[in-house]
């Protein structure tokens, strides 16, 4: 069975960083994007970056020059990278992954990882 296994996540004051890791476990053929969104109380879940197999990268506007997504296919994990940390970056932060299993591999399945938290505050 996959699943996606996150870490990284804290209490941290405005203008710290944090690195949150996202490590996908089980039969896996393929991972084509991996992404992390993040979501508040009552509000929908929103991306924050995505990345492609090939390193592309997208962003939310409201991150862009403070975040940076990165991943290692070799470990099956994808990274967040999280400079310059306000209070409205507090969220939970959920790791995403496009995955193929080795048991079906032409069938792209979407993952979503338990959330971990972060609290930017003083």
């Known amino acids: 069975q996959v699943q996606l296994v996150e870490s990284g996540g804290g209490l941290v004051q405005p203008g710290g960083s944090l690195r949150l890791s996202c490590a996908a476990s089980g039969i896996i053929f393929s991972i084509d994007a991996m992404g992390w969104y993040r979501q508040t109380p009552g509000k929908q879940r929103d991306m924050v970056a995505t990345i492609t197999t090939g390193g592309s990268t997208n962003y939310a506007d409201s991150v862009k020059g403070r975040f940076t997504i990165s991943r290692d296919n070799t470990k099956n994990t994808v990274y967040l990278q999280m400079n310059s940390l306000q209070p409205e970056d507090t969220a939970l932060y959920y790791c995403?992954?496009?995955?193929?299993?080795?048991?079906?591999?032409?069938?792209?399945?979407?993952?979503w990882g338990q959330g971990t938290q972060v609290t930017v505050s003083s």
């Open positions: 995403n992954a496009h995955i193929r299993e080795l048991s079906f591999p032409s069938r792209t399945a979407r993952y």
